[in-house]
């Protein structure tokens, strides 16, 4: 028996570009920065002053107040997203059988609570911290509560690639479908880390840009890079089988085709090229799609000066001669690295691309770097059909994992 063909029914995000799907969308093909001074907190006296940080969302406007007082922001973000997606993939959990659906989400911890809790904990002691502590900031507490407004009782949990992480919940929803545990899966990743600890550990770390000017800061593949700027917010998508979608009649965006991951074993925080191929390789023979069919990446581009050269090895391993008319860009250059988010926000770039024919391009790129020799689509979209596209994910540690998304043709 064959296994099922998956497809994107639904999507939803909150970028730092925009508070749904098509404003974030347009941002990107317009080449707009979501990149600007921090405004959480007064980063004056830190070695950065940059970050993509989302504008104006309201969790009043997506759920009831109770749970606003009871969620972290990135279970928020991804409560927002998964509304979005739901919505948009037309799902009625009225005619699915609740079984059948399932919930990953990935997420890192809430900071931001922590901090605040051991901050009351250490000025007015033990009898006063919020007694719901931990269920806020549990990070599968946004898979948790997903699950509990759409009543959906199939496999629910959160996963932590890091950086990788969107990916990987991708990832591991499909295989919950093949394996016959779902119909119907809500997958994606959220995060909230522009924050005075994780700016304040990264920065002196030397792992993000110091670039005093935000609109220049985040440039992937450039040779003038000099470190990532953090992004945060949130990107949820519906999957299902085809199938399934085809009987309910619901919108089929792309076809998942494929996945594949690795670890490189290497390092806990310089990256392996030659594993990072490993986990590209995969995701093509997974789905079972020749290199020379791959027509776009959209890159993991983190604008660091190591992952950058080691992805663009790591491409040029497995495309090889076709990877030099392969398009490849990286949205971070414009939403910044929205870490576990980052993957499934990609996804869903990836999947505008295939439907709109419009690849989004890698702004701020001025300076080609030698290591780095490819078409990153510079500074301009650029209207091309996209048949198939390979999304990759690499996460600080060595967790790499890559998605591949095929159109649809109009029979299927």
């Not at 006296?45 to 993509?52: D, E, G, N």
């Not at 490189?264 to 020379?292: F, R």
């Not at 990446?297 to 790591?314: P, Q």
């Not at 980052?342 to 505008?352: C, F, H, K, P, Q």
């Amino acid at each position: 028996m064959s296994e099922p063909r998956i497809v994107i029914t639904g999507m939803g995000a909150i970028t730092p570009l925009g508070l749904n799907v098509e404003d974030s969308w347009e941002g990107l093909i317009s080449g707009r920065s979501g990149v600007g001074y921090i405004s959480h907190f007064d980063a004056s006296k830190y070695l950065v002053k940059v970050a993509a940080e989302v504008r104006g969302f309201n969790p009043y406007t997506f759920m009831e107040p109770k749970l606003v007082d009871r969620t972290a922001l990135s279970a928020q973000f991804a409560i927002a997203a998964a509304k979005m997606a739901i919505e948009s993939a037309q799902l009625n959990m009225s005619q699915e059988q609740a079984e059948r659906v399932g919930v990953i989400t990935a997420t890192t911890m809430p900071i931001d609570i922590i901090t605040s809790e051991v901050e009351i904990l250490n000025r007015r002691g033990p009898t006063r911290i919020d007694p719901l502590f931990i269920a806020k900031a549990g990070p599968h507490m946004a898979a948790v509560h997903i699950g509990l407004l759409l009543k959906a009782r199939g496999p629910n949990y959160e996963v932590n690639g890091a950086c990788a992480g969107g990916n990987v919940a991708l990832g591991s929803a499909i295989n919950h479908i093949r394996l016959g545990h779902a119909d119907v899966m809500i997958a994606g990743g959220s995060d909230f880390l522009v924050l005075p600890l994780p700016i304040a550990s990264m920065g002196i770390m030397g792992a993000l840009s110091r670039e005093t000017d935000p609109s220049k800061a985040s440039r992937p593949f450039d040779l003038y890079r000099n470190g990532f700027v953090y992004g945060e917010g949130a990107g949820m998508v519906v999957l299902e089988t085809m199938e399934h979608a085809k009987r309910r009649n619901a919108p089929m965006l792309a076809e998942v085709a494929g996945v594949g991951w690795s670890f490189d074993a290497y390092s806990e925080t310089a990256p392996d090229a030659d594993v990072q191929a490993i986990a590209i390789s995969n995701a093509l023979k997974d789905a079972e799609v020749n290199p020379e069919e791959v027509e776009y990446v959209s890159a993991h581009g983190t604008s660091t000066k190591r992952n950058d050269a080691a992805e663009t090895k790591a491409i040029k391993a497995v495309l090889k001669d076709r990877a030099y008319r392969v398009m490849v860009s990286s949205i971070k250059s414009m939403v910044g690295h929205m870490v576990s988010a980052a993957g499934a926000v990609e996804a869903i770039a990836s999947v505008l691309t295939i439907n709109r024919g419009i690849v989004p391009p890698t702004i701020n790129y001025e300076t080609p770097d030698p290591e780095c020799g490819l078409d990153y689509v510079p500074n301009e979209a650029r209207y091309s059909r996209v048949n198939v596209c390979l999304s990759n994910g690499f996460g600080m540690g060595g967790q790499n994992c890559c998605l591949v998304f095929r159109r649809l043709d109009k029979a299927e």
